[in-house]
Each structure stands twice: as structure tokens, then as C-alpha cells.
């Protein structure tokens, strides 16, 4: 910026892009609304365009100030970024560890882990994020996120990011009690039931459709579904025979709601990697992650 002037037209645009007013944007930034006004103005006269459309009750952007905004907010981020790993000190760990991952993995990976680091460091804050794998890498890419885990790779030949592999976790075929004593009992085999599966595209999944070819194995994968726990729902119902992760169906198995359905060959291994750009990170987060790598084996027994 050529000079604060120049600062705060992108500040006041931001605030109004973001609350959707320009009454609530002084609010929110204590600066009268002909201030804010005449600002934006300003800035639409500079970049020789039109940024808002004005309506009695909100504002909303143009096609340029949606372009303009996402330019800015990453700006913004960066700023409260740099904000967090100057201000923190090393022996004061109170920043905020944004992390993305899969719900049904976080489940058991995050909650012992988390509270373990809480005990050491009880001013150390946690934002959770679950979503796409493509709305998380890119919220990474954004530094919305500090690190990410995901099922492996997550990245291939970018160099900025740091990608380790967490954790390598069995899978199993699993069922209700009537399935599960029809298979027992050898009145059905594993190709006679639907197959509840995750969407395709992950290496897991694409390594079992690989296996279940070369055994010959035809099997009817009827459902798909998006959610591990809607899965399990499914599978509880008798809708099919499910596929995933052994961890996520552990605690089910035990408890007799659900029974592992043993085959004769060998189930995918799925692979979870943890990812971050190291040069973003705050003193608190790289100690967490330092902390979750160091304990994740014990953390999944």
C-alpha cells in the first residue's frame, strides 16, 4: 500500500464484503458509515469498477468484488497469521491449532491426544474442521487450516508443503448379527449381499476393487456412501455388508452390535498422512503436531 489510506479502503471493503452491510461493517470497525462510504467509492473509482450492489436491506458483490475479495481475504489471513507467530512466545503456548480432518477418523485419533496436550497446556485452543478432501487441501493451500490429515498422498510435488505418513490402519468387511451368522453358517456367501462402500477415488478403496478382481469376486457394491457413520447406520439396519476402517467399527464389534465378517484374503490397508507448511505455523501448533506424531500409536491401542 502506498500509504494507510490506501490500508483502510481495503479494510472497510472487507468488513462490508464480509457482514453483508454497511451499517453493520461501522459497527463492527467503529468508523462512521459516510467514512465507510466514501471510502469504497474511492477504491471503485481507483480500480475503475463497480464492487457492491446496494439494496435497501443488504449489499452484495459484484462479479469483480468477488474476484477483489478473495485477494483480500487472503491478505487479511496472512496478516492475522503473522500476528499469531510474532506475538506468541515459546514458553507460552496459547495460540489457536486449526486443524482439517475426516470425522470418522477424528473420532478416535483427536479426543486422547487433545486432552493430553490441554493437561501440559491448558490455554492452547482447537478449531476442528471436517469437509471434502478438496475444501480441506485448499483451506491448507489458503492457511485457513495449519495442518491437515488425510488419507495418503494427500499432495505429489509440491515443495512447500511437509507430508508424513501418521499411520497405517486396517480395514475389514463388517455386518449385523443376522448377516454375520448367515456367513458364519456358510448359507450366504460374501458375493450374495449388497455392499455398503465408501465413494470411489481414494487409494483404499480403489486397492480393494483391485483385490476383489484379482480373487474373482463380483460383488453387489449397491450403496455408496459419503459418511462412515451413515455406513455403520445402514449396516445396523441389515440394508448390506459394510467396508472401512476396522478402528471405526472396533468399539461396535466389542459391544456386539456389529460383527466382523473374516475372509480369506488379505483387506486394503489405508494409509493417513499428516500435512503443513512449516513456515505458517505458530509455536503452539508446531508442538501440537510434534505431540501428536510422537503419540499416535498410542493414541489408536
Same mark, same amino acid.
Not at 490441554?118 to 490455554?123: R, V
Given at each position: 500500500?502506498?500509504?494507510?489510506?490506501?490500508?483502510?479502503?481495503?479494510?472497510?471493503?472487507?468488513?462490508?464484503?464480509?457482514?453483508?452491510?454497511?451499517?453493520?461493517?461501522?459497527?463492527?470497525?467503529?468508523?462512521?458509515?459516510?467514512?465507510?462510504?466514501?471510502?469504497?467509492?474511492?477504491?471503485?473509482?481507483?480500480?475503475?469498477?463497480?464492487?457492491?450492489?446496494?439494496?435497501?436491506?443488504?449489499?452484495?458483490?459484484?462479479?469483480?468484488?468477488?474476484?477483489?475479495?478473495?485477494?483480500?481475504?487472503?491478505?487479511? /489471513?496472512?496478516?492475522?497469521?503473522?500476528?499469531?507467530?510474532?506475538?506468541?512466545?515459546?514458553?507460552?503456548?496459547?495460540?489457536?491449532?486449526?486443524?482439517?480432518?475426516?470425522?470418522?477418523?477424528?473420532?478416535?485419533?483427536?479426543?486422547?491426544?487433545?486432552?493430553?496436550?490441554?493437561?501440559?497446556?491448558?490455554?492452547?485452543?482447537?478449531?476442528?474442521?471436517?469437509?471434502?478432501?478438496?475444501?480441506?487441501?485448499?483451506?491448507?493451500?489458503?492457511?485457513?487450516? /495449519?495442518?491437515?490429515?488425510?488419507?495418503?498422498?494427500?499432495?505429489?510435488?509440491?515443495?512447500?508443503?511437509?507430508?508424513?505418513?501418521?499411520?497405517?490402519?486396517?480395514?475389514?468387511?463388517?455386518?449385523?448379527?443376522?448377516?454375520?451368522?448367515?456367513?458364519?453358517?456358510?448359507?450366504?456367501?460374501?458375493?450374495?449381499?449388497?455392499?455398503?462402500?465408501?465413494?470411489?477415488?481414494?487409494?483404499?478403496?480403489?486397492?480393494?476393487?483391485?483385490?476383489?478382481?484379482?480373487?474373482?469376486?463380483?460383488?453387489?457394491?449397491?450403496?455408496?456412501?459419503?459418511?462412515?457413520?451413515?455406513?455403520?447406520?445402514?449396516?445396523?439396519?441389515?440394508?448390506?455388508?459394510?467396508?472401512?476402517?476396522?478402528?471405526?467399527?472396533?468399539?461396535?464389534?466389542?459391544?456386539?452390535?456389529?460383527?466382523?465378517?473374516?475372509? /480369506?484374503?488379505?483387506?486394503?490397508?489405508?494409509?493417513?498422512?499428516?500435512?503443513? /507448511?512449516?513456515?505458517?505455523?505458530?509455536?503452539?501448533?508446531?508442538?501440537?503436531?510434534?505431540?501428536?506424531?510422537?503419540?499416535?500409536?498410542?493414541?489408536?491401542?
Amino acid at each position: 500500500f502506498e500509504n494507510e489510506s490506501d490500508f483502510n479502503k481495503y479494510r472497510f471493503f472487507y468488513a462490508v464484503a464480509e457482514c453483508k452491510s454497511f451499517s453493520k461493517a461501522t459497527e463492527y470497525l467503529y468508523v462512521s458509515q459516510p467514512a465507510i462510504s466514501h471510502a469504497i467509492k474511492e477504491l471503485e473509482t481507483n480500480l475503475n469498477t463497480k464492487l457492491f450492489i446496494r439494496n435497501k436491506k443488504y449489499v452484495e458483490l459484484t462479479e469483480d468484488g468477488e474476484k477483489l475479495l478473495f485477494y483480500v481475504k487472503k491478505a487479511f /489471513d496472512n496478516l492475522t497469521m503473522g500476528e499469531r507467530i510474532v506475538k506468541e512466545k515459546e514458553s507460552d503456548l496459547t495460540g489457536v491449532i486449526r486443524i482439517g480432518i475426516y470425522s470418522h477418523i477424528s473420532l478416535f485419533m483427536l479426543p486422547k491426544v487433545m486432552n493430553e496436550f490441554s493437561k501440559k497446556n491448558p490455554n492452547a485452543k482447537f478449531h476442528i474442521y471436517s469437509s471434502s478432501n478438496k475444501e480441506m487441501i485448499e483451506k491448507l493451500r489458503n492457511r485457513e487450516l /495449519d495442518f491437515i490429515v488425510l488419507q495418503y498422498p494427500i499432495f505429489i510435488n509440491e515443495n512447500s508443503i511437509t507430508e508424513e505418513i501418521l499411520c497405517e490402519l486396517e480395514t475389514c468387511f463388517f455386518g449385523n448379527k443376522e448377516h454375520y451368522e448367515l456367513y458364519k453358517r456358510q448359507e450366504c456367501l460374501l458375493k450374495d449381499f449388497p455392499l455398503i462402500l465408501p465413494m470411489r477415488g481414494y487409494p483404499d478403496i480403489n486397492k480393494l476393487h483391485e483385490t476383489l478382481k484379482q480373487h474373482n469376486l463380483i460383488l453387489k457394491d449397491n450403496f455408496t456412501s459419503y459418511t462412515t457413520e451413515l455406513n455403520k447406520e445402514l449396516v445396523k439396519e441389515g440394508v448390506g455388508i459394510g467396508w472401512g476402517l476396522k478402528k471405526c467399527v472396533e468399539k461396535d464389534i466389542k459391544e456386539g452390535i456389529l460383527y466382523e465378517l473374516l475372509v /480369506d484374503f488379505k483387506t486394503p490397508i489405508t494409509k493417513f498422512s499428516i500435512a503443513y /507448511d512449516k513456515s505458517f505455523l505458530n509455536h503452539t501448533t508446531s508442538e501440537f503436531i510434534k505431540f501428536f506424531k510422537e503419540n499416535i500409536k498410542n493414541t489408536l491401542k
